[in-house]
DNA sequence: GCGAATACTGGACAGTCTTCAAATATTCGT
DNA sequence: ACGAATATTTGAAGACTGTCCAGTATTCGC
């Protein structure tokens, strides 16, 4: 695994204004895209000078991992909140799951900040590393459902339902996420998620993840 | 809908031109990405001065509209062609478009170009427009199959399923897409993909299609 | 093949970008 | 509260960007 630089500022101060400058940065790729991601713009986001960002930042790509690895860290933490709900079955948490990420899709934070970063991980092997991993997590959240509603699945077997859950999920940000042409089915989107996706995990067999892919051609 | 500046050339030469200009150009944007998407890389790559792209394209915006036109253009008649398959079955055909399409996504021609054009649709409302144009054709097409499998379904409900399946679709892209970290996976998403797909089509009910997402939370 | 329309060259322009170094201001352990 | 460590400002270098233009070459209808 690539390593990101250690997060910048010893005193207080310079503590606090590396904060600012990742929340700026943050902001600035939200709002305004890759290609408006510069310096200046962070900079004037937060009420700096370029200089001082610079400083805090002796190159762009450190400010880019730092940045990267603490909203990669944000979004774990509200994975695991979603984990820890006392009293469900696994088919509920696996519907709990659907819903709660479809519902983050909608944010307009996830909605820009994961098709700015699937588009970034085609030419930056950082950032496609950093991806790879956040996903690896949900996989295993995931996973962990799928096997207990369908134990008689092998672990790569549930990882191919988890990862197809997953992956199908996350299709619906560029069409259903934020201020998308689509956002208005997000509901109906959900109900048909949640159905199918526990239908799957509940029916599906090793003989169908064969991969054998018979007729239809 | 936002027009395109027609397509510049008008000797035999310049239109010749023109179309290693656009090749290029969409060159660059899938193998080396929007950030290095400038005219004097666009121009290098077809072994041109700057100052000719720039003849053809007074404005880089409008190469970007007119090459995006094209674009989709060729994924409009690969879409097309998926259509005609004779002497099979909505079913068949259903599972057909679905075993395509995946296969399309495998590309890394469409994986690149369709990662960064949702990016860009978060920024630009002209790709924006011309992405959401592509997909409701692909909608249509789906949806055909759907009517036919699961005629009880009204209109509206059957886009709902092939904004769904489409969705769901598109979401392998970043994850089992061409050189992506699951990409070895794209033979059993299929297989999954396929049969899920299938069996929601034709068993989901108008109950179902309502998003009235009862219990579970 | 003449000549106007089109195509191409090379350079200049005003911006922007990241990066850096010197000068100044602030913080905080002592 | 002194002083070294840290933070911030300023200014500038060097490279990049899109756009424009005068001059030159090519094309193609007549």
Known sequence: MILAPSRPGIYARGSETVDQILKAALDVLIDEGADAFTLRRIAARCDMKVGNVSYHFPRKEMLIQVMLDEMLESYDKLLEEMVRKPGLTAEERLKLVIIL?????????????????????????????????????????????????????????????????????????????HQKPWAAKMPVFTALAAMSFVHLAKTVTSRDLAGLMTEAA
Request: hydrophobic share 45%; glycine share 4%; with cysteine.
């Open 101 to 177: 990420c479809l519902e983050d899709i909608q944010t307009k934070r996830t909605t820009h900040l994961f098709t700015e970063l699937w588009a970034l991980a085609n030419q930056s092997e950082f950032v496609a590393d950093r991806v790879r991993l956040f996903y690896s997590k949900v996989h295993e959240v995931i996973g962990e459902y799928v096997a207990q509603i369908n134990p008689a699945l092998a672990p790569d077997e549930v990882h191919s339902v988890a990862l197809f859950i997953s992956a199908a999920m996350e299709g619906s940000t560029p069409f259903l996420g």
